[in-house]
């Protein structure tokens, strides 16, 4: 009796704080090969222009491409004009609740007033191209090292430059996560809170939300998973000449989905935290309560669960699990909830199966709370533990290990 109550009472917990924002926009669907021109996009328009193909097929094959080649799909040039400007933190919030845009108020008259401080953020030239200015100039907020901290090699009795990337969940403002991040620089782990593409200083002018990362813009979604990777990768060269030698991503939600790619092409990040983890990137659109005008859009143009699950195969970490077990030395934690309306909990015990299958080691918690509701009293202090704990032990861990050679 008590568990069915606590289940409903979650549950609808969950629906309300995945409904009370009023700005999520149904917009027709796209099929977007124009955003993958470089990829194939442009022969598979060709294709549907001389009716050779449908859209539905073309996008089929084309993600087909890209998951028997993602070296090829992922594959990127240093960009060569990283730079670190200081900058007043502004929130980018992503809903138009009154309380929401009265904090955003209060943090600009903090900083009209200078009762902030300019902090640094890392700025380039995103490798991968949107045609959008804002997005296509990455961005990430810098937490070096601070002096004297660092876990020490057992082994040489050096203290060990280590660092890791975080990526919030799906429109997070500027703010979210960083207490993550100032919780791992105490311990001498340098972060970089990476903004996510078409997320707070990225996002354009004409959205509220970061609506352009996930949407029923199929093409578009997919180029953006496919930044979010190449500026994970690019972020770490950049750590690398900064003289950082072994390296860690945290990504909730979505940005669990972008750190798990960024993992499985790039065998220097050996850390990982997945919080919150899925197996298809379509099952998610097509279930989630955080993406039903997405799925209403692609409903309503007629595709079917099944058919929305290979046109987004391309960016989906069930089709590159071979590539994240080539790691054999990666230390991973999965958490995810067991009322989760948004990573509905049989697709996360999908991806700690698909696991188990291919021989990945991992850590595996489990939150007695919805998606959500992970950032709500008192259930982000759990997660905070899970995290900060399997972060912590992780590094300390990897201190006495050789760090993986440069990538050529």
């Known amino acids: 009796m008590f568990a069915w109550l606590y289940e409903s009472w979650m549950v609808a917990w969950e629906t309300a704080l995945t409904t009370r924002d009023e700005n999520r926009v149904e917009r027709p669907l796209e099929w977007g090969f124009g955003h993958l021109s ?23 094959a084309l993600n087909h491409r890209i998951v028997a080649d ?23 919030p992503t809903n138009v609740r009154p309380e929401t845009i009265e904090q955003e108020r209060e943090w600009q008259r903090r900083a009209e007033t200078g009762e902030l401080r300019r902090e640094p953020f890392l700025r380039w030239s995103s490798a991968v191209k949107t045609g959008v200015a804002e997005n296509d100039y990455a961005n990430a907020r810098w937490y070096p090292t601070p002096p004297g901290t660092g876990f020490v090699d057992q082994r040489t009795g050096r203290r060990r430059r280590q660092a890791i990337i975080v990526m919030p969940q799906w429109n ?32 354009p002018a004409e ?35 900064q003289g950082y030698e072994q390296f860690g991503v945290l990504g909730t939600s979505l940005g669990s989905c972008y750190a798990f790619l960024a993992a499985a092409m790039d065998p220097r990040i050996e850390v990982c935290a997945f919080n919150h983890a899925s197996t298809y990137f379509g099952d998610v659109v097509w ?7 997405v799925r209403a859009s692609l409903e309503h143009a007629g595709l ?5 699950r290979g046109v987004l195969a391309g ?3 069930m089709s590159f699990m071979k590539e994240y077990a080539r790691c054999a030395e990666r230390q991973t934690l999965v958490v995810h909830a067991t009322y989760d309306l948004t990573f509905l909990r049989e697709l996360s015990v999908d991806v700690l199966k698909s696991f188990d299958e291919y021989g990945i080691p991992y850590v595996s918690k489990v939150l007695p709370c919805g998606h959500y509701t992970t950032g709500e009293a008192p259930y982000k202090y759990l997660d905070g533990w899970y995290l900060g704990s399997f972060v912590w032990k992780a590094f300390r861990r990897m201190a006495s290990r050789r760090p993986m050679k440069r990538r050529a």
Not at 172 to 180: E, G, I, W
Not at 209 to 220: E, P, W
Not at 287 to 293: A, D, E, N, P
Not at 304 to 308: A, G, H, I, L
């Open 38 to 60: 470089d990829c194939g996009g442009l022969h598979a328009a060709r294709e549907v222009a001389r009716q050779e193909y449908s859209p539905l097929e073309a996008m089929m």
């Open 70 to 92: 993602p070296e090829s799909f992922f594959a990127y040039r240093t960009p060569t004009d990283f730079n670190i400007e200081q900058r007043f933190p502004e929130l980018h």
């Open 172 to 203: 997070a403002d500027a703010f979210s996560h960083n207490a993550l991040c100032e919780l791992f620089n105490r311990w001498g782990i340098a972060c970089l809170r990476l903004s996510k593409p078409y997320h707070d200083v990225r996002r």
């Open 207 to 241: 959205l509220e939300r970061s609506d352009y990362a996930v949407s029923s813009n199929l093409g578009r979604t997919i180029a953006a998973a496919r930044q979010a990777v190449v500026d994970v990768r690019s972020a770490i060269d950049w750590l690398e000449t």
């Open 287 to 293: 279930t989630g309560q955080s993406t039903r005008h």
């Open 304 to 308: 079917t669960r099944e058919q929305v």
């Open 315 to 317: 960016v989906s970490p």
